[in-house]
Every structure is written in structure tokens, then in C-alpha cells.
């Protein structure tokens, strides 16, 4: 008799989790992947402007023109972003970010195909590499393995590492859909209570632990 409340004790906690996941884990990673692409963007405009080469500045906003979901032409940014990764110059990093993000509309597996590349790409700084790591786990965060994700969001979680408060969001998401709320909790709780923590993910940390406590 003890082992049927158990079953039906560890049945309900699943079905709580699987609850918390979709009412917040994904509106999460949605304002956490629009964070930082908006970083990244940042980033690489104010090297862009830095280098100040007006060819690639054209072809560039062109691309970003034609990225427009309104009244743009998707194929040909997408086609513009990969000629710019192709060529590089400075802004084959931001382009491939822009080619993958844009593909992530469509098809998330070939985004993160994109991303791979990037991370792979030795011509590109390594926080850009680190930030495909990073923008290929958002895509797969629903779907993937979240033992194979979390084993490589690790090396973002470093102290060192600046795309590491989005690391560790991720990864307390990743720990909340493998099932495991301890160790999603602990995450969560050490981005509430560091007071390093950026604003909006110190927020968000502690409203996903409202969530599980309630």
C-alpha cells in the first residue's frame, strides 16, 4: 500500500513540473533569447561602426532590411547574412548569428546546426563562440536531451565566462524538465540571492521559484 502513495506521490510531482515548465519555462527562455541576441547585436554594431567599412555596412543593413517579418524577403537576408559569414571581414560572426536566428523562425534543428558551426568557427572571438553555444541550447532547450544540453552548457556557467547568468537560467530549465526540482531550485535560488545576477533573470529566477513553491 505504502508503494501505490509513492507512485501516485511521484506521479503528481511530475505533473506539477510538466505544469511549471509550460507556464513559464518557455515565455522564460523567450525573453532570455531576446536579451541577448540584443546584446550580441550591440556588440557587434559598435565593432561594426568601429571599423567603419562602408561596403559591408550596406550589405549588412540590407540584410537586416530584408530580415524585416513585415515587409521584408527572408531568403534574401538569409542569403545576404550567409555572404557576409562567408566573406567575414569583421562581421562573419554577427552574420552567421543573424543567419542562424533567422532560420530559428522556421526550423530549429537547422538553427542549431548554424550555431555549431559558429562555436566551431576559430576566426570569431570566443564569446561569440560561446554565445552560439548558448543560442543553440535555447533552440533545443524543448526538445534535446537535457543531459547532453546541460553537459554543455557547463562551461558557460564559469565564473569568468560573461554569458554565464544565462548559462545557469538555462540549465536550472533544462534540470526543471529532466524532472529534477532539486537541483533546479538550487540554481534558481542562487540566481535569486546573487546580487550580481542581472535584474531581468534575478526576476525571473525568482518568479519560476514562486512557481515550484506554490
Known amino acids: 500500500m505504502a508503494d501505490i502513495f509513492k ?9 506539477r513540473l510538466e505544469q511549471v515548465w509550460h ?3 518557455r515565455l522564460i527562455i523567450a525573453m532570455a533569447a531576446a536579451a541577448v541576441i540584443a546584446t550580441a547585436a550591440y556588440a557587434g ?23 524585416d517579418p513585415a515587409k521584408g524577403d527572408p531568403a534574401a537576408a538569409q542569403a545576404g547574412f ?18 542562424a536566428a533567422l532560420a530559428a523562425k522556421q526550423d530549429p534543428e537547422a538553427a542549431a546546426k548554424l550555431y555549431d558551426a559558429l562555436a566551431a568557427d576559430g576566426s570569431v572571438s570566443q564569446e ?9 541550447v535555447m533552440q533545443l532547450v524543448d526538445s534535446g536531451d537535457p543531459t547532453a544540453l546541460s553537459a554543455e552548457l557547463a562551461p558557460l556557467g564559469a565564473d569568468d565566462n560573461p554569458w ?6 538555462l540549465d536550472a530549465l533544462l534540470a526543471l524538465r529532466a524532472g529534477d526540482q532539486a537541483r533546479a531550485t538550487d540554481l534558481l535560488t542562487k540566481l535569486s540571492d546573487d546580487a550580481t545576477t542581472p535584474g531581468p533573470i534575478r526576476a525571473r529566477a525568482a ?5 515550484l513553491k506554490g
Open 23 to 25: 507556464r513559464h519555462g
Open 207 to 211: 518568479e519560476l521559484l514562486a512557481a
Open 128 to 136: 561569440l563562440r560561446d554565445l552560439a553555444h548558448l543560442l543553440k
Open 164 to 169: 554565464r547568468f544565462t548559462a545557469r537560467e
Open 7 to 15: 507512485e501516485i506521490d511521484e506521479e503528481l510531482r511530475r505533473e
Open 82 to 99: 550567409q555572404a557576409l559569414a562567408a566573406d567575414g571581414a569583421g562581421y562573419g560572426g554577427l552574420a552567421q548569428l543573424e543567419a
Open 45 to 67: 554594431w559598435q565593432k561594426y561602426n568601429q571599423t567603419r567599412v562602408a561596403a559591408l555596412s550596406d550589405r549588412y543593413a540590407a540584410a537586416v532590411a530584408a530580415a
